[in-house]
């Protein structure tokens, strides 16, 4: 995923939750103002920043000179409020710069909070640092302050933060404004880089400031889930009795203090040698990365056992040996085969969770999880966002083969419960080099031509043509390797239907280091890790390239290894009961009575030939909440594939 990219849509996210937390409307109420601008305040005060904005805005259209400027400005702050910094930045372009007065402080604090919302703190501090040496009324003030201490964390000096947002509630006047102070800095750490926060841990002794950044931590390196997280809480809570943030912890969603047990002895089974040991070992350094960062959060050792299956006689033997030996839960195995050999067992006297899904409708015995990187999700998710962007009439272009069918099977029918129509599909045959058979038919060029040569006939004499695409058509779900999908993509082009959009799956995405101009435009389902990894994970991808550059193409496997960790905590807690959905690597992850762990994918779109990762649909919806291989082949993909006889 591009870098540039990534960290930009981070301080977009910093700035937009800290812009929408609560900033008090500012008051104007000495220039007076008629029925409108008192609704306009109203419905700033409800919340409905981007109706007060353009009420403003409409109200300085009327008005001119100094009272033009002054709406104009009130509706960028609603603006801003509102998260849409494009309206914001057009209209404070159209006000000039006041010399003094009221008004420069309203500009200077407009113009600041947009260079917040671009990712520019140094730009906000420049106008924010004058402003604050100025003696002002207190409501002017507190915003002030707030944008100080938002643009001091934005530019990664957490210390300084935390001071000017405690200096803060000397200007506030009541305890529900504090505690939104405090949830604003509480905001703000969430989405604080962790190596920053550590580091300010070893600038200050202020008891206040370590404790917001030992929780901001906590936070950050453990996503807020699992038995380090519900520990460290637990332990931070007794360090911190009289802490500020002390409201905010107690409100957090926490896991039973009797829920807070994992099992002392944890069986890996994988296979390690022979056939498949890429793999195998890709998701050992995945499940080991999640042990040891958890490990410290831990009350009592836990011990983790790796078993061979291929040089342990099988997946029952490695089970049995494992049990023998003490395991209180097993992880693996990995092979569909091997999976079916221990669904075999009557009873399984320890739980497991393997990692592929059994076969068909086999039942599996009691205690038998099963975990897999299923592109049956990744097809769902396809038809879920595509609909969810107001797309119903798709088509789809899928391999002639049983994968093909799978995904296709599953997109169907997620997108068809949801309303929409699958009006046509076409399989193509993978190796082919040419596929304008399969997209001439799919999108009724044929019929096109035929009209024209009907025509043509009957004139007696050649005429203009240009063929025309069915227009019936919102978009094309592409199931797809990156080799085809670079040739589809093309020809889907060529074939008059460029424009249409395309959602596809990871399979689309190769890990290979080659340019994926010729995808431009595609969407696509695929792991976190891969796309956009979480704050507590965001440094695993880059030290897993570093230490294990031969397994980069397997990076999906050291997600779901990561995940295979964090999941055994959630199952064994859980104790045949429901399991709270886990934020993982791999994906959200969830639970259904039929014991299979399912995911909610991340999306990227391939731009200049790298993928961007894509919001998540009402993705910032929450800020409203509580404030106003090396050998060349595909081994991931082989292992995933493989069917029952191997």
């Not at 849409?84 to 604090?109: H, K």
């Not at 030996?325 to 497991?352: D, I, K, T, Y």
Request: hydrophobic share 45%; aromatic share 10%; charged share 20%.
């Amino acid at each position: 995923v591009r870098v540039a990219s990534v960290l930009h849509r981070y301080s977009i996210v910093l700035a937009l939750t800290l812009l929408l937390s609560a900033c008090a409307t500012t008051d104007f109420g000495s220039y007076g103002g008629g029925h409108n601008e008192r609704r306009a305040e109203m419905l700033a005060q409800d919340g409905r920043y981007a109706d007060a904005a353009g009420l403003y805005i409409g109200l300085a259209a009327d008005a001119g000179g100094a009272e033009r400027d002054r709406l104009t400005l009130l509706a960028v702050e609603q603006w801003l409020h509102a998260g849409d910094g494009i309206r914001a930045r057009n209209a404070l372009q159209g006000v000039t710069t006041p010399q003094s007065g009221d008004l420069l402080w309203l500009w200077s604090a407009d113009a600041a909070a947009l260079a917040l919302w671009e990712g520019k703190p140094d730009q906000a501090l420049a106008l924010l640092e004058p402003l604050s040496r100025q003696p002002l009324p207190v409501e002017h003030r507190v915003r002030v302050e707030a944008l100080r201490a938002d643009a001091w964390l934005q530019k990664g000096d957490p210390v300084k933060a935390i001071g000017l947002y405690t200096q803060r509630e000397n200007w506030l006047d009541d305890a529900a404004s504090i505690e939104r102070n405090r949830r604003r800095l509480w905001a703000g750490l969430l989405v604080s880089d962790v190596a920053v926060l550590r580091a300010a841990e070893d600038e200050t002794y202020d008891s206040v400031t370590l404790g917001w950044l030992s929780l901001g931590v906590l936070a950050n390196t453990t996503g807020q889930q699992g038995i380090g997280w519900g520990n460290g809480v637990i332990r931070w809570q007794d360090l911190y009795v009289n802490h500020p943030a002390i409201e905010i912890v107690s409100d957090l969603s926490l896991p039973d203090s009797a829920l807070l047990n994992h099992p002392r002895q944890i069986a890996l089974l994988l296979p390690l040698s022979g056939n498949n040991s890429s793999a195998g070992n890709a998701i050992k350094n995945g499940f080991f990365g999640a042990y040891f960062a958890a490990v410290s959060g831990l009350d009592s050792q836990q011990q983790i056992r790796v078993y061979d299956v291929n040089a342990s006689g099988g997946a029952k033997a490695a089970y049995a040996d494992a049990v023998a030996e003490g395991a209180e839960f097993v992880v693996g195995p990995l092979l569909r085969r091997n999976v079916s050999e221990l669904a075999a067992e009557v009873l399984l006297p320890v739980p497991v969770l393997t990692l592929n899904y059994l076969s068909g409708n086999a039942l599996p015995p009691p205690g038998f999880y099963q975990f897999a990187l299923a592109p049956e999700d990744e097809a769902s998710s396809a038809a879920a966002r595509a609909f969810d962007e107001g797309r119903r009439n798709a088509v789809a272009l899928v391999p002639a083969n049983d994968w093909g069918r799978r995904v296709l099977s599953s997109f169907t029918s997620t997108f068809e419960s949801l309303g929409g129509s699958m009006l046509d599909y076409r399989s193509y045959e993978p190796a082919d080099q040419d596929f304008s058979f399969e997209i001439q038919g799919l999108m009724a060029l044929t019929s096109s031509v035929q009209r024209y040569n009907r025509l043509r006939a009957n004139v007696g004499s050649p005429l203009q043509f240009d063929p025309r695409r069915r227009q019936d058509v919102d978009f094309v779900f592409l199931a797809t390797d990156a080799k085809a999908g670079r040739l589809i993509k093309s020809q889907l082009k060529f074939h008059y239907a460029g424009e249409l959009p395309v959602y596809s799956t990871s399979f689309i995405y190769s890990l290979d280091g080659r340019s994926n101009s010729d995808l431009n435009g595609v969407m696509f389902a695929d792991a976190p890790w891969v796309i956009a990894p979480p704050a507590w994970i965001a440094d695993y991808p880059q030290i897993y390239n570093e230490f294990w550059p031969a397994e980069k193409r397997l990076a999906r496997l050291h997600a779901m290894g990561y995940d295979a960790y964090h999941l055994v905590g959630g199952l064994f807690s859980a104790k045949d009961g429901p399991m709270d959905e886990i934020i993982g690597a791999t994906g959200r992850l969830y639970l259904e009575a039929d014991g299979r762990v399912h995911r909610k994918l991340a999306w990227a779109q391939f731009e200049r030939g790298v993928p961007v990762a894509l919001p998540e649909i009402n993705e910032f919806q929450f800020m409203f909440e509580d404030f106003d291989s090396d050998s060349g082949r595909d081994e991931q993909r082989e292992w995933q594939e493989m069917p029952l006889d191997n």
